[in-house]
């Protein structure tokens, strides 16, 4: 647990670092930062709370709620390239036996995507997912260490956006007594800004665990959302909302998610 509450505290200070860095800086044009916000690799320090919430788990439709903190931090590598983190720190709240749960910390993930300083129409991105055995219970993670490629790829026509993120990741060490990870990971993301801030948007993540036997390894959900970016003070905030229903799915898996997120930005 000592290495853990470290590793913890050395990826919030250096998120509140970068931050404090940026926070003397003057706000960005209203239509820049929208773009920006709808790029998941932009040149944009932004600290996401995204609440999960799982409904309809197994036959007693059960709900699993798991808060992500995402800190995702640019880097310049130079004039002509960036490397951008994103850090995934999960909360769960996990159904187990019958009337119990477990809540605690679960596996970190960090992803790490090498992109042009000056993009062209297509924005792109590649690098490595990693993820880091940081479960408090092994009800809430693998408990192996994961890697695997990730990439994104988007364009930005005007009012729109327009892309998607792939990565599959594979156990390489960990527990002897846990199966291996092969798992996939994609999301889709179409948005459409509207005015005042508001946007209209879709993103399902549609994953595959390709460890599990046929026909038990597709997540694949549909549905939508909205968002809204403001100004809380001199601070951008993006908060939305969507909600989605899993059309595929293994069994026991969620009917259905509610996600809500708001996001602290802080532009240069």
Known sequence: MKKLNLLIIALLLSSGYAISQEKEQEPEAGGDLEAKIQNPIANLI???FQNNTDFGIGPDD????TLNIQPVIPFSLGESLNLITRTIIPIISQPTFPGEREFGLGDISLSLFLTPAKPGKLIYGGGVALGLPTATDSY???EKWTAGPSVVLLIQPKGWTVGTLIQNTWSYAGS???GDVNFFYSQIFVTKNLQKGWYVNTAPIITSNWEAPSGEQWTVPLGAGVGKLFHLGKLPINAQAGYYVNVEKPTGGPDSQLRV???LLFPK
């Open 46 to 48: 932004s600290v996401p």
């Open 176 to 178: 002897d007594d846990r």
């Open 140 to 142: 809430l993670g693998a």
């Open 62 to 65: 059960r709900t699993k709620n």
């Open 261 to 263: 997120q708001a996001t």
